[in-house]
């Protein structure tokens, strides 16, 4: 788990310099044809705080065996559950009540693994993760339409776009892809 020393100092608010970040991680995801690259920042609004970071395929995946079709979002649960000692479920009951999510690309509602979405992870952590900032929505190329978003909202979790950003995302996100 990468300490918090290591992470830049971002002004509070600055959504789209968290974005940055996000997209710093997003660069770390090996390309591949048959997945997106995406990066994920957690932080603590109140503190102003990076708790964890992640980024697609970063870690193993769930499964024994899985060698790490883990999404970005994932990776950040599984990093900051971690650094507390607790699992992923009991997340819940050490995250900041203020905890914000940062990511690159609209939070996934269905994997085609079988794996959980990062839409679940996220509702499961409503009570602490209320706003989730991201630059793109999922192109429709793996998934036919990512309804991610609308799950969110639909259960108040707020769901913020930032702007400005969505071409250099894209082309992180399409990495390895064919043209």
């Known amino acids: 788990m990468t300490s918090a020393t290591c992470h830049p100092n971002i002004a509070t608010r600055d959504h789209k310099a968290y974005m940055e970040y996000a997209l710093e991680k997003a660069r770390l995801s090996p390309p591949a044809p048959t997945k997106f690259c995406v990066g994920a920042v957690l932080v603590d609004a109140d503190r102003n705080e990076i708790l964890s970071t992640g980024y697609s395929m970063e870690l193993p995946g769930d499964r024994p065996g ?3 079709n883990t999404h970005a979002e994932q990776c950040c649960l599984i990093k900051i559950a971690e ?5 992923e479920e009991e997340l819940g009951t050490v995250l900041p009540k203020n905890t914000i999510l940062y990511t690159t ?9 079988g794996n959980r979405t990062c839409t679940e992870r996220i509702l499961r952590l409503a009570s602490r993760i209320r706003v989730v900032y991201v630059g793109i929505k999922e192109p429709g190329v793996f998934i036919a339409e990512n309804i991610g978003r609308s799950i969110l909202e639909d259960a108040g979790v707020e769901v913020k776009y930032v702007e400005g950003m969505q071409h250099r995302i894209l082309e992180v996100a399409t990495a390895g892809h064919k043209n």
């Open 83 to 87: 650094r507390y000692k607790v699992t």
């Open 66 to 68: 899985d060698p790490g």
């Open 105 to 113: 690309m609209e939070p996934c509602s269905k994997r085609l693994s």
